[in-house]
């Protein structure tokens, strides 16, 4: 293994580690986290991570490209669940991201009032932009923890991908030269 390669899985166990130890940590209390990665298969992988390796039985709602106001969509999936810790996937694919961030800005206080438990925010560089742009008050409350992704495993996922779908565009040029 490379130096780079070592040096980024040792900065995201310790990042992963102190993921954990701050949602503990903040069991039964407000506290927002931003978890920002890059890669879905990444993000997918430490999710799946932290929910084995945390004590605490945590919550995951996936935002649908359609989630307009992210407290309001938080609080319809929860319904009366409290859950001791909350993670929330998806915002990179909501489509009214801006509106969705101005929204949370403005209702930020709602947040601290009602949620007893830390809630974590799966984002990525280009979400956290926007955050850092739109919505300053509230991701002035955040802590970030920062994960990345080896050189030699994502040339290894690109190259998976484009495999993909090229088998996919051949199956469909071999459908339609049948049809």
Known sequence: MDKYIEE????????????????????????????????????????????????????????????????STICARLGQ????????????????????????????????????FPVILWINDAVHVKFLRIAPDFESWTTTTRFAIPTDELIDVLQETVESLFATALAVNSYNSLA
């Open 81 to 116: 669940e409290m859950p001791a810790a909350l993670m929330v996937s998806g915002l990179a694919t909501v489509d009214n991201l801006d509106d969705m961030l101005r929204a949370t800005n403005q209702v930020r206080e709602e947040f601290r009032k009602n949620f007893h």
């Open 8 to 71: 980024v899985t040792i900065d995201n166990q310790e990042a992963l580690e102190e993921l954990i130890w701050a949602i503990e940590a903040s069991e039964g209390g407000f506290y927002i986290m931003l978890a920002r990665c890059n890669y879905a298969y990444l993000q997918e992988r430490l999710i799946q991570q932290v929910q084995d390796q945390c004590a605490l039985d945590i919550r995951v709602i996936y935002l649908k490209e359609s989630d307009r106001i992210l407290y």
